[in-house]
């Protein structure tokens, strides 16, 4: 069982667009391609468009630039990147850490997107995360 980086507290597995994901009460564990895995299932879940992307604004939730995490698969010390203006903790062995709420936030900024949205984009090059 895997432990959450924040209080090493033991995370539990649940299904998030079907995809198997590891939570605690401070956040989501993803494992390398999961992010997009469920990000494309939400965009051939949704519509292409949807009255509320009129009222949707960028999300950036806040982030301490100096809080370093380990990895809870190798004990690494994680990397922190942008990715759609959210900053995530990225072990680029094993996957992602999202704080509560980056990850809705990706899935907002995505819906900004003309391209995630009119679903002709390829996004390959996030398989790695």
Partial sequence: ????PIDGS???RKKIQG???DLSEHGVWLDKGELYLITEAQRHDEPSWMLSD?????????VDP?????CPVCGKQMEIVKHHDVHIDWCREHGIWLDDGELEAIQSNLRLD???VGKIATRLWETRF
Avoid at 56 to 61: A, I, L, S, V
Avoid at 66 to 70: A, D, E, I, T, V
Wanted: proline share 15%; with cysteine; net charge positive.
């Fill in 114 to 116: 003309p391209l995630f």
């Fill in 66 to 70: 100096s809080r370093r995490l380990s």
């Fill in 54 to 62: 009129l009222f949707r604004r960028e999300q950036r939730p806040p």
């Fill in 1 to 4: 069982m895997r432990t959450c």
């Fill in 10 to 12: 033991p995370m539990e």
């Fill in 19 to 21: 995809v198997e994901v």
